[in-house]
């Protein structure tokens, strides 16, 4: 007690001195600093609880302040009233910070340095390391110590503390004697929780560890983010309770026992063989594999398929990739079944690889990158995140190997998490990039986490994570994993490299860690980082579409409910695949109301309509030949390709034919009051996992017909029903088209009953063509219907057993159909670099000289065998300088209004050229008629 007492004293003393100087040099900051917590803490282990608690109330000054407070507060034995706005590290809960507590996150890759408004900020020069206080922010350091020493000092706030128990922590070997807890020490450590870890307080690495290569200038030096309470601790009024004992379940790749670490709230001093055990209680129950344990919960939102869950959330609708950035942010995360063997998830902190440049490996089958990683749109957007505070959400796979439980669906949306780091590591011989996530709000429940076992450390009970300036490029680096602080910036030639501690260390020269024994620091793991918005609840769900009360004609057919809605029931991303409305598997539907889009409500006001002849709207390139005629209330629009035998006709209506008898406006309006049968039909050959459909709606009527995707066929109604109406009008503009070689006028308008006869009166045995159509009418009919904002991508109509012509009629919004040359036959070369053998066309690429091989190629095909004819085929691109990218342009566009009829005849047409449909309104059905021939939907 006396040698306490008299380094008490020659401590005031000292101190005392300095604070008579108004300035100090950092030298003599960090010395005295030094000095006074070698004092301190012999007082804390020497005196008793009583002594020491009376001693605290006779300390002069504060003990960790150099200077003196420029405003002296009250030292009575209750403490004051907090701010309103006071900090979670200092009252100890989550009320709203000030504004001056969160600092931006900086610009370079580790960015979560937002904390170091008030803490220390650390440089180096080589070996030695300087303390420097933040100039910026030293008021409010001072006033925070002087406010964290007073309530350190007040009897109440003591007999707090000895009531709580420790959090979840780590008792290392001989260190038994430390379990009766020290009020003083506790107290001691409580009046650092404000700040950032000072240097006496950083835990000392050991040094006779094989590989601790920089561990002491990384545990001697001063971290940059502050430590903070763990994110379940109570606040000051309230006793946090015994944590719940839970047994924990075995793993089967590890045999560490589950003794609870013991690791003190206030604690700021770790060796590395706590630090290592941690690391060790973290990965103790990781299972990489089949089976895994089973969640604590369920999801709240989950899909079977990869586009019910894109068509549905609108914080993930990426098809493909792992991350969907829209508008300079990223909104969400897949993680699945290709991951880094670094990566790691648990119930509040995820690490993950950054996605995008993998490869399949040929040896193993599996994946790896395809070269090195660098930061490009993704990791801005994500950077953004970081700086707005905008949370991200994060969705798992079944298949991902370090998701901790058994996702019970194959596509399981975690929660919202924000992004703290992003940085760069090696990974093999190629760079990666890496992320780092913590749950927004982390007192939810985690449904993820393993059944019956508890997190070994919670978030925020850890010192922080330490952090060094590198001295080479002068950044500063997070220290990620134990083995060493490396520097993580990929341009400085200190990148990845494991500096040598001492003269002494094994190793001599810096060297690349060993990835197999790379193991995470736990402080870098558990760190915490506070947002202001860390309880502001972010809803999974999205929002239902519903009706509203006076709904507007073509609300329900708006782009809001063409997207999945999420079942009320179990949580499933439903997607639209029925014109009615939404079905889930678990029985729940919902068949919003319709409200008639009258027919009159699609006139365009542009483009007015009346008796006369309506004026084309059509464009094409020179090489098109076009054709004008008038007929029966028709605008006759014939264009004919150049080499191609056949033509593509437009049929524009007037106002005579939409609003006579049983004719557009009133099929349009039939149509919205009955359920013909239309659905989303399956896509074959699908590469995403749950299967894939169409965007349109679909149903076929006579003939089954496959058009980019089966459809269930069904019988032809009565004459009265749409569909055969349908029918019956476009057997006539068949008919009329093919029996007009040449232009012809009329200004007659048949009525609907007379389309049939008259179109059976205008036969002409002279005409081949009107000839075979005569024998083989239209038999099926497919309808299509389109909501707001779907199309049809580039196809054709060519598939085997297809009469030469197609004929379709459109109702409802207007649309815009273009033709173009396809792919491999504007090129010469398909994606594979074969070149194409067929006779090219008019427009296409090297014409010319692909002419010229017609007669050659075919002699060759005929002496030569079909591997010798195929290397052939492959030298050919090359000679003649062909790329297998790009695309036609579009020859012809044709815009269609409500009631116009598009006819196109001859099969090279279908060979040789695709085209696309969309449409510019809420609503439109086109139905198509085709004939199919009986013989080619034989067996064998």
């Not at 030639?493 to 494991?498: D, H, N």
Request: glycine share 6%.
């Amino acid at each position: 007690m006396g040698s306490s007492k008299r380094k008490r004293q020659s401590t005031d003393s000292a101190i005392a001195d300095m604070s008579s100087k108004e300035l100090f040099t950092e030298e003599s900051q960090t010395r005295a600093i030094s000095q006074n917590s070698s004092s301190l803490s012999s007082i804390v282990t020497s005196e008793d609880e009583s002594q020491f608690k009376r001693r605290k109330k006779t300390l002069p000054f504060d003990v960790r302040n150099f200077r003196t407070a420029a405003s002296q507060r009250p030292r009575s034995g209750t403490p004051e009233r907090l701010p309103k706005n006071e900090s979670f590290n200092e009252n100890r809960s989550f009320q709203d910070p000030g504004p001056e507590t969160f600092a931006q996150p900086q610009p370079d890759p580790i960015l979560a340095d937002s904390q170091d408004l008030y803490s220390s900020q650390l440089e180096t020069d080589g070996d030695g390391a300087t303390l420097t206080v933040a100039p910026h922010s030293q008021e409010q350091l001072q006033t925070r110590r002087e406010e964290a020493r007073e309530r350190c000092g007040t009897p109440s706030w003591a007999v707090r503390q000895d009531q709580q128990e420790p959090v979840a922590g780590l008792r290392s070997g001989g260190a038994q004697q430390q379990q009766n807890k020290q009020e003083g020490a506790d107290c001691a450590n409580a009046s650092f929780q404000t700040q950032a870890t000072e240097p006496w307080e950083a835990p000392q690495r050991q040094n006779n560890e094989e590989g601790a290569d920089n561990a002491n200038a990384s545990q001697d030096a001063q971290a940059t983010v502050p430590w903070c309470p763990p994110w379940d601790a109570l606040s000051p009024a309230a006793t946090q309770q015994d944590p719940a004992s839970a047994s924990f379940r075995a793993s089967q790749a590890t045999t560490i026992d589950e003794t609870p670490i013991d690791v003190y709230a206030g604690r700021l001093r770790l060796n590395m063989e706590e630090l290592h055990k941690i690391a060790d209680k973290l990965f103790a129950h990781r299972t990489y594999g089949p089976p895994k344990p089973e969640p604590i919960g369920q999801p709240t939102v989950w899909a079977d398929a990869r586009m019910d869950l894109c068509e549905t959330l609108h914080y993930f609708r990426s098809y493909q990739g792992a991350c969907h950035s829209i508008g300079g942010f990223v909104r969400g995360f897949m993680l699945d079944k290709v991951a880094h063997a670094r990566d790691y998830i648990d119930g509040k902190v995820i690490i993950a690889r950054a996605g995008g440049g993998q490869v399949k490996d040929n040896d193993y089958g599996e994946t790896k990158a395809s070269g090195d990683r660098f930061e490009g749109n993704h990791s801005q957007n994500l950077r953004n995140c970081m700086t707005h505070h905008n949370p991200v959400v994060i969705i798992t796979g079944a298949d991902n190997p370090h998701i901790p439980s058994q996702p019970p669906h194959q596509y399981c949306v975690l929660d919202y998490f924000k992004p703290t780091h992003i940085w760069t590591e090696k990974s093999g011989k190629t760079n990666i990039l890496r992320y780092r996530f913590e749950k927004l709000n982390p007192r939810k429940p985690s449904w993820w986490s393993e059944k019956n076992r508890q997190d070994p450390v919670s978030l925020g009970s850890l010192p922080p994570p330490f952090s060094r300036m590198c001295s080479t490029c002068a950044k500063d680096s997070i220290q990620i994993y134990l083995n060493g602080w490396m520097c993580l910036f990929p341009t400085c030639p200190s990148f990845w490299l494991i500096m040598p501690s001492s003269a002494s260390s094994p190793h001599t020269s810096p060297r690349e860690p060993e990835e197999e024994d790379l193991v995470y620091d736990p402080r870098f793991i558990k760190a915490y980082t506070p947002w202001p918005n860390d309880e502001h609840d972010y809803p999974l769900k999205p929002s239902n579409v519903s009706l509203s009360k006076d709904a507007m004609p073509g609300e329900d057919t708006s782009e809001a409910f063409i997207r999945g809605l999420v079942c009320p029931s179990c949580g499933r991303c439903t997607p639209r695949l029925s014109w009615i409305g939404w079905e889930c598997q678990c029985s729940w539907k919902y068949a919003p109301t319709h409200p008639l889009v009258p027919a009159l409500s699609i006139r365009e006001p542009l483009w007015p309509l009346s008796d006369a002849y309506t004026c084309s709207r059509d464009t094409h390139s020179p090489s098109v030949r076009v054709d004008v005629s008038f007929a029966h209330g028709y605008r006759v629009n014939r264009y004919s390709i150049p080499g191609i035998k056949g033509f593509v006709t437009h049929m524009i209506a007037n106002q005579q034919v939409l609003e006579e008898s049983g004719g557009p406006d009133d099929m349009f309006e039939e149509l919205q009051g009955m359920d013909i049968g239309l659905r989303r039909r399956p896509l074959e050959g699908g590469m995403l996992k749950g299967g894939m459909f169409c965007r349109h709606f679909a149903v076929n009527y006579g003939m089954p017909y496959k058009f980019i995707a089966a459809t269930e066929s069904h019988p032809f109604p009565e004459a009265s029903h749409p569909v055969s109406k349908a029918r019956s009008r476009l057997n006539w503009a068949a008919q009329h088209c093919l029996a007009q070689p040449k232009p012809s006028f009329s200004s007659s308008s048949p009525s609907s009953e007379q389309f049939e006869t008259d179109a059976i009166s205008i036969s002409t045995a002279s005409i081949p063509a009107l000839r075979d159509f005569n024998i083989h009418p239209f038999n099926e009919v497919l309808a299509l219907g389109y909501f707001e904002g779907q199309r049809i991508s580039y196809h054709h109509d060519g598939e085997s057993g297809l009469g030469p012509t197609i004929a379709t009629l459109s109702l409802g919004a207007p649309g815009t159909m273009r033709v173009r040359l396809k792919q491999k036959h504007h090129l010469g070369v398909s994606n594979a670099g074969i070149y194409t053998d067929t006779p090219p066309v008019r427009g296409c690429m090297q014409n010319d000289a692909r002419r010229r091989l017609v007669s050659e190629l075919s002699d060759l095909k005929a002496k030569m065998s079909p591997s010798e004819y195929r290397k052939r085929l492959k030298e050919i691109p090359k000679e003649l300088e062909l790329k297998a990218s790009g695309n036609a342009k579009d020859i012809l566009t044709m815009r269609f209004a409500h009631g116009d009829v598009v006819l196109m005849h001859g099969e090279a047409l279908q060979r040789y050229y695709e085209y696309s449909i969309e449409h510019a309104g809420k609503l439109r059905f086109a139905l198509s008629c085709r004939y199919v021939d009986p013989e080619s939907l034989k067996e064998g």
